[in-house]
Structure formats: C-alpha cells, structure tokens
C-alpha cells in the first residue's frame, strides 16, 4: 500500500475475532492486537485506517441461540461489538463505517439464500427454510436499528473526544429503463428506491421509502417515533459500492421471465419491488461482460447513480467505499499479470466520478476493490479483483500492470510521454477529495 502511494485503507473487522460469542463471552485480547498491529502500521507509514465494523460474518452462537439478524436481540449484540471497536482503536481510527451492503446481504442470505445462513423460499431459490418475500425486510429493519444505535453511541460517548466521523455503506446498482415506455422508465426509478432508498432513506430522513410502504403495505416493518427519531440523520456520510448498471422492466403491468443469467427471478414480487433486471437488451449486453455475471462494463453508471444520490439525499458527503474489475473466469499467466482491461475500467469510471463532482456531488473518496486478490464470498477465488495477484502456494503478491497504473495515477506521473498533470486540490480537512483536471479525477 506504501509503495501504491494510497493514503487510505478501507478495512474490515472479524466479528468472531473480537467478541467470539457475543455478548456471552469476552472480548478476545488476541483479536483487539491483530487489528491494532494493521492500525498501527497503517498509521506509521502514512496510511489512514478506514474501518468496517460488519462485514457479513456473524458468530455463530448468534444464529444458535436466537437466529441471528432475523431476531431484534442482534441489536444489542451489534452495539457491544461496535463499543469495543471504538474504546480499542478509536483513539487512532477516525473514519467508521458500521455495516457494509446490509441490502445485498438481506438479498443474497435471506431472498435467494446464496449467502449464509441461506434462507429462501420459491422462486427465489430452494432453500431448507426461509421466507423469501419477508425475512429480508426483518433483516434489513434490524441491521438499520443497529447501525442507528451503534452511531447514537458513537456520537455521545466517543465522537467528542475522538472526533471522527461515522457512517453506512449500502450496495448501490444503477438501474436504466429496458425500453422508453413510461412503464420501464417508473420501474428504474422505483428499483433504484427498492435497492438504494431501502438503505439510505431511512438513515436520512428516518423511514423507508414511500414507493415501498406503497407497494409492501403491512409486511415493511415500522419504526415507532423514537425509533425514527433515532433513525433520522443517523450517518455522516454515504458510502457507496458500486459495479452494477443493469436495465429495468416493469412486472406490474406485463408478465417478467428471466432466460440470461444477468437475469434474477423474482421481478414480479412486492420485496422486488415489482421490477426485473437484466443485462442485456435485444440480445445485446449493457456493457463489456466480466467475471461476474451480473457485473458489466458501464461507466455512465457511475455518475448516474452519484447524481440520483446527491438529489435525493441533498448532497450528503460521499465515499465511493467500493469500485472495481472482475477479471474473466479462467485467467491465467500473462493475460492475468497484464490487466489492460482493469486499467481501462478504472480510468473510466474515474472519469465518469470526475463528472459527477464537477457537477457538485460532494464525493469525498474513492477505494479501489480491491488491494489483492482475495476470497470473495461463494466465488471463493474464482474470480479477481486486484491490483495484485497472489501465488497461493509462497504467499507471494504480485503487482499487475493495473497496480503499477494505479501507482502513477496517484502520483500524478505522465503517461506516453505526456507532462506530468497538475492537479487542483479541493479544500478538505479529510485528505481523501479527487482533484479534477481536464476531465480526470487524481487522488489528493
């Protein structure tokens, strides 16, 4: 990372490594020295630690004892383990993220029970149990009340002395209308509400969003007023993941079939909001496939969903926490080594952000996903998302062509010969805001 020139460094925390069992067991010292050692040596070598609390993973005494995040008592467990994260590496730590992509973890566990605990119901998937059509609102109610309380004491009790800043960071797919019917133009607008707004609108403005109370009625959990009260502005920044741009097609007035695999069923149910999605377009892709099926090429994407967000949530302070290329399937040798193609999606989905903060979305960083080739998820190591490459059998990481681009570009060093580019640094006490030249995004 030194050697890349990045001077920050998204990160996240075990659960199992810091609270094994919960709030029925200790803290793990053993845990709390791991993450200082990375912390530390972050900071010693200029690096600003960017830290995740919750990334999927949940003890599993947890789902034994109560069913996990299907049950309001992970709420208590979730603000012990966050409490402990800020009285051990607060003091050093100034950015917090509480729960990372709690709508696609909601989704992919608990509607098409691709993640664990693997919960669903037809014809989302075939799972052993689950309720496709419910669980994932009562997963995604509780993880909101979580987070919501965990900031409450974030801000009273550590926030004043520490003085850092704390937020979420919710998936965020990019939705464009199938055909130019009214129809298709409303399902893009009320799938990015069903995906997005799901997340974020109730961290800003304290309740779910009115298109889904619309179409879910009695089965969307409600916040009794104290609890909106405690939703409502209950995160400094947005944090952003984003990789997808998929077409829309309204489900409520045509019947929705998926026959490609960018295609999920399910698009005429409520928790869908009643709106298919899919890659392709009279045979023809959105964009350059890759690695992952519902993953394609489209840098428009980008500034689109940047602009939804800054009109919808008033320009609230933003991170792009998440932002990447999977490599095809099957790469291997010097096709894998030499990433062109990973370079080329950066440089234009950069560009796209640059557009979107010349236009005055407040973005306040961007993280690449990701470092090294890492495991990722059901995919295992399949498919890569690095800058490195890592030799499974001597550890070894070695840098693509994309991590020694990635190293210039934050150096502001020329390419083909070209005069190094000068950038104009925005004013911003975080150090992490793009600074924008002739159409380029560099990072301060």
């Known amino acids: 990372m030194h050697s890349l020139g990045v001077d920050s460094y998204r990160f996240s925390v075990s659960w199992e490594r810091i609270l094994p069992r919960g709030k029925f067991g200790d803290v793990n010292p053993a845990g709390i020295l791991f993450y200082n050692k990375i912390i530390d040596n972050l900071l010693l070598r200029g690096i600003e630690p960017f830290l995740t609390i919750h990334h999927h993973d949940l003890p599993q005494e947890l789902m034994d004892r109560y069913g996990g995040w299907l049950s309001p008592l992970i709420q208590e467990d979730f603000v012990r383990l966050a409490e402990a994260c800020f009285k051990h590496f607060g003091d050093r730590v100034r950015y917090w993220i509480t729960i990372n992509e709690p709508n696609l973890v909601s989704e992919f566990a608990y509607e098409r029970g691709k993640y664990p605990p693997a919960r669903c119901s037809p014809p989302f998937g075939n799972c052993s149990a689950g309720n496709s059509d419910v669980e994932p609102l009562i997963v995604m109610h509780h993880m909101l009340l979580a987070h919501a309380k965990a900031v409450k004491l974030y801000r009273e009790q550590f926030q004043p002395k520490q003085g850092g800043t704390i937020g979420l960071v919710v998936s965020t797919h990019m939705y464009e209308p199938l055909t130019d019917d009214e129809l298709d133009r409303e ?33 969307l959990p409600t916040f009794t007023s104290d609890e909106r009260q405690l939703m409502r502005d209950s995160t400094d920044f947005l944090g952003l993941n984003h990789y997808v741009t998929l077409y829309a097609k309204d489900c409520i007035h045509s019947s929705c079939t998926c026959f490609v695999p960018s295609c999920f069923p399910g698009g005429d149910r409520a928790i869908r909001g009643f709106v298919s999605t899919t890659g392709f377009r009279d045979g023809v892709a959105i964009g350059e496939p890759t690695g992952n099926p519902r993953f394609f090429v489209v840098p428009r994407g980008m500034e689109e969903v940047v602009d939804y967000i800054k009109e919808r949530y008033h320009n609230k302070p933003m991170f792009i926490t998440e932002n990447g290329y999977a490599s095809p399937k099957g790469q291997q040798g010097v096709d894998l080594q030499h990433d062109i193609k990973r370079v080329a999606y950066h440089k234009s989905y950069l560009s796209a952000l640059a557009r979107a903060i010349r236009n005055g979305a407040d973005v306040r960083g961007y993280f690449i996903w990701s470092l090294i080739d890492n495991f990722e998820w059901t995919d295992g190591y399949d498919i890569k998302f690095g800058l490195y490459a890592v030799d499974r059998v001597t550890m070894d990481r070695i840098p693509k062509s994309s991590a020694k681009w990635y190293r210039d570009f934050l150096h502001n060093i020329s390419f083909n010969h070209q005069e190094p580019r000068i950038a104009i640094p925005f004013s911003s006490a975080d150090g992490f805001l793009p600074n924008i030249k002739n159409g380029t995004a560099e990072m301060a």
């Open 187 to 219: 399902a893009a607008s009320r799938g990015l509400a069903f995906y997005v707004g799901w997340s974020f609108d109730p961290v800003v403005f304290g309740d779910y969003p009115p298109e889904m109370r619309r179409y879910h009625g009695s089965e």
